[in-house]
């Protein structure tokens, strides 16, 4: 196989921790099989608090971004990602937060120029499949996480054109349009299946009140990828985020062996797809690369 035609899957994440609690088994996984995965962070975590105690240090406290840093250097290790590129923008806050105000955040980046960055990450690296967030984002309404949906969705649409996006340079690099365009996510049933689980513990579940409101999805997952073997990877990822997550966490309560009896799947949703028969026959999808792999040789029959 030409060097061009290995296999690669770019994740876009808004803040260091988010590439270890959304879709972390699955680069686990594809890592683990030879599959290149870059990480694309878009902003260095510096609006974050310091949520864990043990963590709060003289020396967090005086360079939260650097510290955050390691951290994402030290999960996305943990995850095997062959490549961490950082967008360079500045975490904006919660809504209405002072961080809202800063130049250089996010959520004050012209859009265009933030998704040149991001193509430029595109044609360099050249993967057929991008994982990036959906549009929903009632559950979480950062606007770093809002952002970053923008500019995959347009990076996905615009890496391929020479032209760039409107309003925006055309960018460096030879032209290059990815495959597929998958958002990630947690399905009502996986929080249901980990509801219980945490019930069977005698734990108190973190998805309570979800369940009691049980809100409508707005998009049908088409994809389930088993990651019941790499949730050692994906708990170790989560731990080097010393600063945003506890030991006693809800994240990382139930045991691993309680969750891959659970629910051991990340899911998707195929937002855009250039592949041929990329739509699995009614079924769940369990492959991000289906379709886009090379055919066994018909020749050796
Ligand atoms: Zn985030």
Redesign the pocket.
């Known amino acids: 196989m030409k060097p061009r035609e290995r296999l690669c899957l770019l994740a876009v994440?808004?803040?260091p921790?988010?590439e270890a609690s959304k879709g972390a088994g699955t680069i686990a996984r594809y890592s683990a099989e030879g599959v290149r995965t870059v990480l694309v962070t878009c902003t260095g975590?510096e609006a974050g608090d310091i949520l864990n105690p043990e963590a709060d240090t003289a020396e967090a406290r005086r360079d939260l971004a650097r510290a955050r840093l390691a951290e994402l250097r030290e999960s996305a290790a943990a995850l095997g990602y062959s490549r961490v590129c950082l967008l360079g923008y500045r975490d904006s806050g919660m809504p209405e937060s002072e961080h809202n105000r800063h130049p250089d955040a996010f959520v004050n980046a012209v859009p265009a120029e933030a998704t040149e960055r991001l193509a430029r990450i595109i044609r360099a690296e050249r993967p057929q499949v991008i994982v990036a967030y959906g549009e929903d984002h009632s559950r979480?309404p950062?606007p770093?996480?809002i952002r970053a949906h923008e500019i995959a969705v347009a990076a996905f649409e615009w890496a391929g054109e020479a032209a760039g996006p409107p309003g925006g340079a055309p960018g460096g690099g030879e032209p290059w349009k990815p495959s597929k365009l998958y958002y990630v996510g947690w399905s009502g049933e996986m929080i249901e299946a980990l509801h219980a689980a945490f019930e069977r513990a005698g734990l108190e579940s973190p998805y309570r009140e979800w369940i009691r409101r049980r809100p409508v999805e707005p998009r049908r997952f088409t994809t389930r990828i088993d990651v019941g073997e790499f949730l050692a990877r994906r708990r170790a990822a989560l731990l080097s985020h010393r600063t945003q997550i506890r030991p006693d966490s809800f994240w990382l309560r139930l045991p691993d062996e309680a969750l891959r009896e659970a629910w051991p799947y990340e899911e998707f949703v195929l937002a855009r797809s250039r592949a041929r028969d990329a739509e699995a026959g009614g079924g769940w999808e369990t492959d991000l690369f289906a379709g886009l792999r090379a055919p066994v040789s018909r020749g050796a029959r």
């Open positions: 994440h808004a803040h921790d988010d975590g979480y950062h770093d996480h």
